[in-house]
């Protein structure tokens, strides 16, 4: 289940992320994160913590709830 949630989390970034037409090092200059830490919040391996989806949030243009808006119709 966990994995599970990661998983969903990490689609949602990479399609707001390419919806902004970022790759994941420009989502990564902007937020101040490592692009390796973005690729591995992208592919679910990568629990994040609560200030990074703030960051991430930011530099996406969203609000922090947007980026968990991951049901099962928004997540491809």
Known sequence: ?????LTKFGSRVRKLRLE????Q?????VCELDRTYISGVERGVRNISLLNIKRLAEALDV?????LKFGD????
Do not use: A, H, Q, Y
Request: net charge negative; glycine share 0%; no cysteine.
């Open 25 to 29: 090092e420009d989502l990564s200059l």
């Open 73 to 76: 119709n928004d997540v491809k």
């Open 1 to 5: 289940m966990k994995e599970e949630i």
């Open 63 to 67: 609000t922090p709830s947007e980026l």
């Open 20 to 23: 902004k037409e970022f790759s």
